[in-house]
């Protein structure tokens, strides 16, 4: 997916090892802030006067990671600024934790013949639901 920045800068997401999104999860609030693009917008739903005459939603960009954080709760840019780098902050804390390996597993000897007795079941189930021919 690609993404364009506000100088008209085109960028894909790149795909990250978990340990390059640990070291980023690492980094302070204030860190985080320098590495991110930051657009304020109108929000839009309920909400009225408040939400309708300030730009207080605030979009974060983390550009090493291309990650999109919105924030739209509060009447606040500040707070919803400060929001953004919290949801920042946790999408790369889960990102950075590694993933389990899955274990390729067979099917038991019982589960096998199992299904199969099921199938054949089914099977005359639908077939006796045919019409019988004229030959019989």
Do not use: W
Not at 4 to 24: C, K
């Amino acid at each position: 997916m690609a993404y364009v920045l506000d100088a008209g800068i085109q960028m894909s997401e790149p795909t990250l090892s978990h340990r390059e999104y640990a070291r980023f999860a690492r980094l302070s609030l204030e860190e985080l802030e320098r590495d991110c693009a930051f657009e304020a917008f109108h929000a839009s739903g309920p909400g009225g006067q408040g939400v309708n005459t300030a730009d207080s939603a605030v979009r974060m960009r983390h550009i090493p990671t291309g990650i999109v954080a919105v924030s739209r709760e509060q009447r606040s840019q500040l707070q919803n600024r400060a929001a953004c780098l919290r949801k920042l902050q946790t999408i790369l804390r889960e990102r950075a934790i590694p993933s389990k390996r899955r274990v390729k597993t067979r099917p038991t000897k019982g589960s096998i013949e199992r299904r199969l007795r099921e199938k054949r079941g089914r099977s005359d189930v639908k077939a006796s639901r045919r019409h019988p021919s004229m030959d019989d």
